[in-house]
């Protein structure tokens, strides 16, 4: 086992040649392992024309359960009233009772399952919004984030706006109910063209379901139909659980509109923007698209699979056995271990039915968070040199202790393989991740990282082949091919809020109890 430099990150102001070698707290908010993976954006999920609408939708967000898991929402309407159900905490806490179901009355309905990345976990900040507009009700549901809703917010506010939330979605709301355009798609288009950043939405209006995609495509939404009712979700698992048929992918830039008049359901599209290239978020092929979903033509754990290929060209090293992280490095593992003859094995088991620490956090509780989640499997670890194939590290705490373990239960080496590059910049597109200052491979090179993980090798698959495995031949540096900010710091749209410097500004006076 190799010495364990445990570097402190340093603190914003301080170079990381002035990082100290005193031990890193094994803390972190919330739990130790809570904060050291990147977190799920939102889900959205919208379907019209279906007598069981409601119960269709919270089966779709359960589907989608993995995107957020803060906050669930469904919005339905039944010809003449909106009904809306918004609760915190998981889908199937709130939405499994006929009770809950029998008042979302209606045969169309929206919903929303959040993690939130702009605004507090409050329920005022819970998804789908609702609004009485002039004309009708206005329901919206929004996966993504905003890069200058506080702009446009503080802006709003001085001509007299009254915000309720202080999610960066009630500003979309906000700008539909000012807009001067006289009919609610022109209104919408108005409000679309005002904002900059990633979305994918689903809105409800008296007559409507409404699908509209960023111009960059950077967040997923695909269209399907079930029964011959037109449904909308941010990914394709949440059709096969209600057995809806997959139709095609919004396209980048288009708003779909569902209507149903005189018995007959009518899907028509438009292209209200000009047309830009492409780029849609590699995160959703490396994280946080369920290995299930079809994005954008492709085959999450396919590509998944060929990450872990590409890594093992790259870096590969004697070792007897590939061990993933559980679960999300599981498919690079397999793609690991089947191009380098090296047997794959679970070498690390997750205990499925544990989520945050459950008892009284003390230090020595925190300090053993990490085995209520993950167990070594000594059998096949004792006296092996394992490679570790993780699919990313953000500030590298979880991995130290995984590695930790993995020497504890008996390995000779442990060689740490990611199958992502190193994550340098945060994101501002619906991501939550820590400041740069926060983030491991911004304040260290590769040996640095090495030591401050503790392992007897690391490396990161490169940008170029992770392009490979998506199916290019690289990456086009004029006109990149996907967002990758996160590893090229290469924003694809302009930070309006961050460069302004308007993101610590308070969005609200009201305290409230969640």
Known sequence: MPDQMQLDLPLPGRKPAEASLAPMDSDMTRDGLHDDKLREECGVFGLLGHSDAAALTALGLHALQHRGQEAAGIVAYDGEHFHSERRLGLVGDHFSSAKVIDRLKGEMAIGHVRYSTT??????????????????????????????????????VRDGAIFQSTSDTETILQLVARSRKPRVMERFVDALGQIQGAYALVALTNKKLIGARDPLGIRPLVLGEFQGAPVLASETVAFDIIGANFVREIEPGEIVICTREDGKIKVESMHPFPQQNVRPCVFEYIYFARPDSVVGGKSVYNVRKRLGQELARESAVDADVVIPVPDSGVPAAIGYAAESGIPFELGIIRNHYVGRTFIEPTQHIRQLGVKLKHNANRAIVDGKRIILVDDSVVRGTTSIKIVKMMYEAGAKEVHMRVASPPITHPDFYGIDTPERDQLLASNYDLEGMRAYIGVDSLAFISVDGLYRAMGFTHRDQEHPQLTDHCFTGDYPTPLTDRDGEQRTRQLSLLAEIA
């Open 119 to 156: 605004g507090e976990t409050i329920l005022r900040n819970v998804q789908p919004l609702f609004a009485d507009l002039w004309g009708g009700g206005f329901a919206v549901a929004h996966n993504g984030n905003l890069t200058n809703a506080i702009t446009l917010r503080n802006e709003l």
